[in-house]
Antibody, heavy 117, light 112 residues
Framework: ELQLVESGGGVVQPGGSLRLSCAAS????????VHWVRQAPGEGLVWVAR????????SYADSVKGRFTISRDNAKNTLYLQMNSLRVDDTAMYYC???????????WGQGTLVTVS | DVVMTQSPLSLPVTLGQPASISCRSS???????????LHWFHQRPGQSPRRLIY???YRDSGVPDRFSGSGSGTDFTLRISRVEAEDVGIYYC?????????FGQGTKLEIK
């Protein structure tokens, strides 16, 4: 069964840092781009970042560029999101997700909550 | 960025009746490979999003056939032929053609 499990969320003060992890199982993790998507309380879904299969290519939302870093360890089947200089408006549920080649698949984790306060 | 505009934002529906959600994009969603990466997601409170429809009109595995998607270019529609109680929640369209990928604002479906 394809599964993504996020961890690392919590409460942090403005200006602080957190590192989120997403453990993948049930599929060939190293073959797929993977993504972080967030959702502020009561709000809609917003893409945060994406990373290519080997980690050589990354893209970010303008709102997190320069503060967040997406990375992956294919040997550990794990995706990461290093979040620095956190702001109150970064408060959200953070989901990792993968969609496979040509968007043929769709798997999301259960999310991990980040509260900046 | 591509702006995705959904309507309506609130959709009260009687059980057993049809429902329809419109999604318009600010530019064409046809990718260079000829595919259109427009998808529909459903999210219940406290749950992760679940994709229902991918690439405009293909149903994901396990999605009931009362859900259908259509459209092309910049204009897309999600239809539910007969709404059931489990269909409540928020529906989002999403484009995966142009980076930065974007979602619509969401349409909240509720039972009248």
């Amino acid at each position: 069964e394809l599964q993504l499990v996020e961890s690392g969320g919590g409460v942090v003060q403005p200006g602080g840092s957190l590192r989120l992890s997403c453990a993948a199982s049930g599929f060939a993790f190293s073959n797929d781009w993977v993504h972080w998507v967030r959702q502020a309380p009561g709000e809609g879904l917003v893409w945060v970042a994406r990373i290519s299969t080997d980690g050589s290519f990354t893209s970010y939302a303008d709102s997190v560029k320069g503060r967040f870093t997406i990375s992956r360890d294919n040997a550990k089947n794990t995706l990461y999101l290093q979040m620095n200089s956190l702001r109150v408006d970064d408060t959200a549920m953070y989901y990792c997700a993968f969609f496979g080649a040509q968007w043929l698949d769709s798997t999301w984790g259960q999310g991990t909550l980040v509260t900046v306060s | 960025d591509v702006v995705m505009t959904q309507s309506p934002l609130s959709l009260p529906v009687t059980l057993g009746q049809p429902a329809s959600i419109s999604c318009r994009s600010s530019q064409s969603l046809v990718f260079s490979d000829g595919n259109t990466y427009l998808h529909w997601f459903h999210q219940r409170p406290g749950q992760s999003p679940r994709r229902l429809i991918y690439r405009v009109s293909y149903r994901d595995s396990g999605v009931p056939d009362r859900f259908s998607g259509s459209g092309s270019g910049t204009d897309f529609t999600l239809r539910i032929s007969r709404v059931e109680a489990e269909d409540v929640g928020i529906y989002y369209c999403m484009q995966g053609t142009h980076w930065f990928y974007t979602f619509g604002q969401g349409t909240k479906l509720e039972i009248k």
